[in-house]
Structure formats: structure tokens, C-alpha cells
């Protein structure tokens, strides 16, 4: 295997990373009502730093209005500081660098979450989603007064102790609505055309970098999250957004982190372009570019997947999901070890996980113990013996029309022997098909654990369940006969 993705790599402002693994930014949903950070918080990211390169923090609103979810983060206000200090200490006192991502949620800001303001944005169009509310068009003033709160954010993240901020320019936030000819339809300086459109995402991190340097912030990092495209007409195109990082790479920021289901991922706009769009940043950078760290995410489980992206063209990973189930992926990684990826429904105290982002996860919880009693169940089925009394027993199934089919099943004291079924002409042809096949199919394979025929499911099932109270009449297993192994088709060598 590659040891690439364990080396050091330098970033432009100085700073070195001791691998090329950060986690993903992933909002969790656990700060107080006011932004500011909870204990619950902190020890959920204490718990995943230490071996990885940077640990970027979630989304932080800088305005007070500007809050995208419940639960977030903010960085508001100077009070804040003093709880953001406690996060950025837990996670850099075991060994990784902090980094905290800023941003406003612009047109995305609910008013429920937000003291019921209205939102605001680049242009007085709403989100192409359900229930969206048209924000406020900013005023030229009310530009000045962003960018400055994106400033304060970074003198904050700076006297918290942070070793950086990443400019959240991605999923439809406050910066892309600036950069997206969807939601900026404005006509004045900061809108028109793509020039124009780039002119906040530019103005953002140059006040940034200002602030830092104003600080005397040595090596401080500040990287930039893009969404390389957009679904909605007009929207961005990857040719727009190479445009916006060749520019914004004329600054010298630390990194681009591109924000993607997969890092492999090929065009949402187009989809008959087979082209990874990592292959097309190659294409498209211009030297400058070239030249700046581009960190790849989604999709990365396992440490095959992190070498693979590497592979393609990026510098950096971020790893998201695989970091919520195992906390210790760096070192699993690095020994070789298989990543689980799936998290068991007695854990989320051990992985410090909060309540909110819990809910969320049910896709990746398991109940290990009760998954291991039924397969130890399902194994012990597989070997009990099934005989019935012999005889014929009566039994029904749901027609294709609803009504109930007489159904009679004769068994030897062994085997089933037969299944009749009365009207077994059905109106619809598919529901036919199951009243001649499937007593076939149980018959000849002595189980109840047969194909259900598609488009007719209910009637399939209908069918089984029929047979099965049968063999129960019988003195029979129903449940081992369901779970009783098909035998294997023999193929012929002639």
C-alpha cells in the first residue's frame, strides 16, 4: 500500500499538516440556542481528534440572523470566544489542527430559526425547494456589514485559538447565492455577469486573509469550500467555478475543498459526461491553482478509498461519515485494518455522539447483539427437523380482486404432497401466474422461501402465508420452512 496518505504535506501559509487526513465539516446540531458551544460539543470532537492532520469544525454562523439549522454553531459575538477557546483547545491538545468553517446561510436562513426575520441574499429570489421564503435583496451597505461580520468571525476564531477557518462557499449558502446567476440577479457591481458574481467570494476572503495578518497570526490557515455545480437553470457551471478558483487562487489561500456526494463524482448537469470532475480540474486550473491543496471528500470508507483519491489528482481527504462510526479511523487506517461501517445501537455514549446527529444516523446503526440472536436463530432453524401429521388442511389466499381462494394442502407425514387451489384463473394474468407456479416451486423445493413474482406481490405473499398457516394446522415448522435453503440448481457438463 501507498504511505502517501500518511505523509506531511505543506500548506501555502506555512502551515504543515502531519498527513493529508482532515474530517469532514458535519453539523451536529448540538450548540446552545444561542450559537455558542456546548460540553456535549466539545468531547464529541476531542473524541475524533489527535492522529488526524485537521479536524474542520461545522458550519458557524457569523451573523445572528444567519443560521441555516437548528442547533448551529455561531460565531456572533465576543462572548462566544471564550467557549469556542474550549473547542479549539480540545481538539489541537491531542494533536490535530483546528479548523473552524464560517458562514452565512443567506436565502437558506429559515425566519423560524432566526427570531422570524426574513431571510436575505443576493437578489430577491427564493430557493427552488418547498415552502422557501424570498429573501430581502442586501443593499450595498448591507454588503460592507457582511463581509466585516466574516471578518470579525476570523479575529474570533483567531482569539479562540483556532489554526484556522474555511470560508464556507458551498451548498447553496450565502457566498454561492452571491456567485450563482440563480439567486444574483443584481445589476450593480456585485452582480450581472460572472466577473461581477465572483466579486463577494473574492472580497470575503481577502478580508479574511487581511484580518489575519492584522492579528499577527502566523500561519494561520484559510481554505475554501466550493459545490462545483448547480441543478437549478440558469445555475453554476463547472467552467464557472474553475473561473472563481483560478481567480480566488491568485490570493494564495491555503486550500479548496470541493464539497461532492463522492469524490469521483462526474457532472449533475450534464449526464451523458462520464468525465470525473476531479479530471476536469486538472483540465481547467490554471498554475496558480495548481499550485493551492484540494482536499477530496465523500465516499471514503475504507483506506483503498483514501489512497484511490489521492490517486486521482487530490491532495488532501476529508473524511465524514466513516469518522462518526470509528473515531480512531487514522490509526485503523494506517495499521490496515477494515473500517466498520456501520455503528451498533448501544454505542452512541462510547462515540460521544449527540442526540440530534443520532437521529440522523438510523441508516448506519445496527442492533448487533439482536442481529447475532437471529442469525443464531436462522442457523438453528436451518436444522430443525419438520414432519406434520398427515392429512389434507384447508387454508385461504387474497385474490387479485380481493377475494378469498380456497386453498387445500395434503402433506405425508414428511413432505408436502400437494396444493390445490380453487378459481385458480385469475381476471389479472400475473396473478394467475402465482397460483400455478409458486405451489410448484414449494412444492419441488419442500420451502416456503420462494421468489415472490413481481407485480403481483401481494398475491404471492398472500399465497405463501396461506400454505404456511396450512403446515401450522399440520403440526408443522412454518417458520423453519421459510427460512429452509432453496436446493441448488445442477447444472449439466453436456
Not at 21 to 43: H, L, N, R, S
Amino acid at each position: 500500500m501507498s504511505n502517501k496518505l500518511f505523509e506531511e504535506i505543506e500548506l501555502k501559509s506555512g502551515v504543515t499538516l502531519k498527513n493529508r487526513i482532515m474530517m469532514a465539516p458535519m453539523t451536529i446540531q448540538a450548540a446552545y440556542f444561542d450559537g455558542t458551544v456546548t460540553q456535549e460539543m466539545i468531547d464529541y470532537y476531542a473524541h475524533r481528534s489527535g492522529e488526524a492532520g485537521a479536524i474542520i469544525v461545522e458550519s458557524s454562523f457569523v451573523e445572528d440572523k444567519g443560521r441555516g439549522f437548528a442547533g448551529a454553531l455561531g460565531n456572533t459575538k465576543d462572548s462566544q470566544v471564550k467557549e469556542l477557546r474550549k473547542l479549539a483547545s480540545a481538539i489541537k491538545e491531542k494533536g490535530s489542527k483546528a479548523i473552524l468553517q464560517i458562514y452565512h446561510a443567506g436565502r437558506m436562513a429559515a425566519p423560524e430559526l432566526n427570531g422570524g426575520a426574513a431571510p436575505i441574499s443576493a437578489s430577491p429570489v427564493a430557493a427552488l425547494r418547498p415552502d422557501a421564503v424570498t429573501p430581502r435583496q442586501m443593499m450595498p451597505v448591507d454588503i460592507d456589514n457582511m463581509i466585516q461580520c466574516f471578518t470579525d468571525a476570523t479575529r474570533r476564531a483567531i482569539e479562540a485559538g483556532f489554526d484556522g477557518v474555511e470560508i464556507h462557499g458551498a451548498n447553496t449558502y450565502l457566498i454561492q447565492q452571491f456567485f450563482s446567476p440563480h439567486s444574483n440577479r443584481r445589476e450593480d457591481k456585485w452582480g450581472g455577469n460572472l466577473e461581477a458574481r465572483a466579486k463577494f467570494p473574492e472580497a470575503v476572503m481577502k478580508a479574511v486573509q487581511e484580518e489575519a495578518k492584522k492579528q499577527q497570526a502566523e500561519d494561520f490557515i484559510v481554505g475554501y469550500r466550493f459545490s462545483p455545480e448547480e441543478i437549478e437553470e440558469p445555475g453554476i457551471t463547472f467552467e464557472d467555478t474553475m473561473y472563481l478558483l483560478n481567480r480566488l487562487a491568485k490570493l494564495k489561500p491555503d486550500y479548496f475543498h470541493i464539497s461532492m456526494g463522492n469524490w469521483n463524482r462526474t457532472s449533475i448537469r450534464d449526464k451523458e459526461d462520464s468525465q470525473p470532475l476531479i479530471k476536469k480540474y486538472a483540465e481547467l486550473q490554471s498554475e496558480e491553482l495548481a499550485q493551492i491543496a484540494l482536499i477530496g471528500v465523500g465516499g471514503i470508507g475504507q483506506r483503498n478509498d483514501a489512497e484511490a483519491a489521492l490517486e486521482s489528482g487530490y491532495d488532501l481527504v476529508a473524511i465524514g461519515k466513516a469518522f462518526l462510526v470509528e473515531p480512531n479511523w487514522v490509526e485503523k487506517a494506517e495499521a490496515g485494518k477494515e473500517i466498520k461501517n456501520f455503528a451498533d445501537i448501544n454505542e452512541q455514549d462510547r462515540l460521544h455522539v449527540p442526540e440530534p446527529l443520532w437521529d440522523v444516523m438510523d441508516f448506519m446503526i445496527r442492533d448487533v447483539e439482536a442481529d447475532e440472536e437471529k442469525y443464531e436463530h436462522l442457523k438453528a432453524l436451518q436444522n430443525v427437523k419438520i414432519t406434520f401429521n398427515p392429512g389434507t388442511y384447508e387454508a385461504s389466499a387474497e385474490g387479485h380482486d380481493g377475494s378469498d381462494i380456497p386453498i387445500k394442502v395434503t402433506f405425508s407425514d414428511t413432505e408436502i404432497v400437494a396444493i390445490e387451489l380453487e378459481n385458480q384463473e385469475q381476471t389479472d394474468a400475473v396473478a394467475t401466474s402465482v397460483f400455478k407456479r409458486l405451489p410448484e416451486e414449494i412444492i419441488d423445493g419442500q420451502t416456503l422461501q420462494v421468489d415472490i413474482i413481481s407485480g403481483a406481490t401481494v398475491t404471492s405473499r398472500s399465497l405463501i402465508d396461506g400454505v404456511a398457516y396450512a403446515v401450522e394446522k399440520a403440526g408443522g415448522n412454518s417458520e423453519a420452512l421459510r427460512v429452509r435453503s432453496k436446493a441448488a440448481v445442477q447444472w449439466s457438463s453436456k
